[in-house]
């Protein structure tokens, strides 16, 4: 469904993606770690047409998007949820997850129906409704900011450390939302986490990126059993 093929990506002369080659197929769960500055988050801003390559292909459903605005690809059914939540503080929990439709037809039926089923599965977020932004704890936000990526209606959702920042328990709770909606929808989702052991558990297959580079890749469970992995990524 997305190919990644052999991107490469600068900040100025400083090339950080070295073409890295990857696939998400439909209804999957990728997930892709590797350490802190390890090119995590410039990959998934690259997807969403945030930054552009400076060479190699992405497609999407059989097309081209490389060259793609921002907006038609969220519009093709690409949403990412960015790292540290960016949810808006003085916009009501409501409020935050209408912003999350701007991309599509403003169909208030649609959006509705959205909202019920954002609803269903964070009820947190229902009974805070009305609360601004900054009133919600960690958890809630992140809750909110995965929510808010849901009102597009994605094919392929982008998570970028969702963990970052949360209590054990609330990890937990939000990746267990994420398989849910998985298993229930079939909605893919493009994982990316400093949480190896978290994501692997979740994921079907991996990526390991250092450095700008796939070093390993394969099947979520094996790459947990592997040494390399546990002596990187899981502690011993
Ligand atoms: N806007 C930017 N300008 C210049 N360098 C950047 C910028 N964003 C990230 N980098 C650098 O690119 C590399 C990859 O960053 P990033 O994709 O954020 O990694 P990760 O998400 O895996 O931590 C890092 O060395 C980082 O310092
Ligand atoms: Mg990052």
């Known amino acids: 469904m997305l190919k990644v093929d052999d991107i490469r990506v600068s900040y100025g002369h400083i090339e950080v993606l070295k073409g890295?080659?990857?696939?998400?197929?439909?209804?999957?769960?990728?997930?892709?770690?590797?350490?802190?500055?390890?090119?995590?988050?410039?990959?998934?801003?690259?997807?969403?047409?945030?930054?552009?390559?400076?060479?190699?292909?992405?497609?999407?459903?059989?097309?081209?998007?490389?060259?793609?605005?921002?907006?038609?690809?969220?519009?093709?059914?690409?949403?990412?949820?960015?790292?540290?939540?960016?949810?808006?503080?003085?916009?009501?929990?409501?409020?935050?997850?209408?912003t999350g439709t701007a991309a599509r037809a403003n169909n208030k039926q649609e959006i509705e129906e959205d909202l019920t089923l954002v609803f269903e599965l964070f009820p947190r977020l229902k009974e805070r409704i009305k609360q601004r932004g900054w009133s919600l704890s960690g958890g809630e936000q992140q809750m909110l900011a995965i929510g808010r990526a849901l009102m597009s209606r994605p094919s392929l959702l982008m998570l970028d450390e969702p963990s970052l920042g949360l209590a054990p328990i609330i990890i937990e709770q939000v990746f267990e939302r994420i398989v849910e909606l998985n298993k229930r929808t079939g909605l893919a989702v493009l994982l990316v986490e400093q949480n190896s052991a978290m994501a692997l558990e979740v994921a079907s297959r991996a990526f390991v990126l250092?450095?700008?580079?796939?070093?390993?890749?394969?099947?979520?469970?094996?790459?947990?059993?592997d040494p390399r992995i546990q002596e990187a990524y899981l502690g011993g």
């Open 20 to 98: 890295i080659s990857f696939t998400v197929e439909m209804g999957e769960i990728v997930a892709l770690i590797g350490g802190n500055g390890a090119g995590k988050t410039t990959t998934l801003s690259t997807i969403s047409g945030l930054l552009r390559p400076t060479s190699g292909k992405l497609s999407w459903k059989g097309e081209e998007i490389q060259n793609t605005t921002v907006e038609a690809i969220v519009a093709s059914g690409i949403s990412h949820c960015p790292e540290g939540r960016r949810i808006f503080p003085g916009l009501s929990v409501r409020e935050n997850l209408i």
């Open 210 to 225: 250092e450095t700008g580079t796939i070093t390993l890749s394969g099947i979520a469970s094996v790459l947990a059993g």
